[in-house]
């Protein structure tokens, strides 16, 4: 099996940028992508943030999350320093959790297309309570449309207790 060869990669211009610039509010044209060699195979790819930040929308203090994407590929796949910088431009943004969550997987889908994708944020209590927005789609008229409906019904069955935040 081969690498990939410098055409295939063309289009990543921050993976491997010295100079690279982290963007101070909400920045979706940071994210890159690149072509998914095994389009035949479908198959989970999952991101793992545990340093997300943004601010609450109404008294701008900061909001704390690990926030985990899970997607099945289908042409393009997201490059994961591209992703880093997207979600690092949430730092300054003021939006309510479940908004955050939202936006990051609609932006996803339209970079991407893929099959399947779920986004999960999992917020440190303030005031108290503590709150976990998920959103999730399957591509419609595929199987994915069907499975995203089967994981949203069975989400969360069985919680993890929230004393570990």
Avoid at 7 to 24: F, H, R, S, V, W
């Amino acid at each position: 099996m081969t690498g990939r060869s410098k055409e295939e990669t063309a289009d990543i211009t921050l993976l491997g940028n010295q100079k690279t610039q982290y963007p101070c509010d909400y920045a979706p044209e940071m994210l890159e992508t690149f072509e998914n060699k095994h389009q035949g195979n479908d198959y989970f790819v999952k991101f793992n943030c545990p340093e997300f930040t943004s601010l609450c929308p109404i008294t701008g203090q900061p909001d704390f999350a690990t926030v985990t994407i899970s997607y099945v590929p289908n042409i393009k796949m997201v490059e994961s320093k591209s992703l880093k910088l997207y979600l690092f431009s949430f730092r300054n943004h003021g939006d309510f959790h479940e908004d955050c969550m939202n936006i990051i997987m609609k932006d996803l889908i339209k970079l991407m297309d893929p099959k399947y994708i779920e986004v999960w944020g999992k917020f440190t209590p303030r005031g108290g309570i503590s709150i976990d927005p998920y959103c999730n789609y399957g591509k419609p008229g595929t199987k994915w449309e069907e499975i995203a409906f089967n994981r949203m019904a069975n989400h969360d069955m069985y919680p993890e207790k929230v004393d570990n935040r």
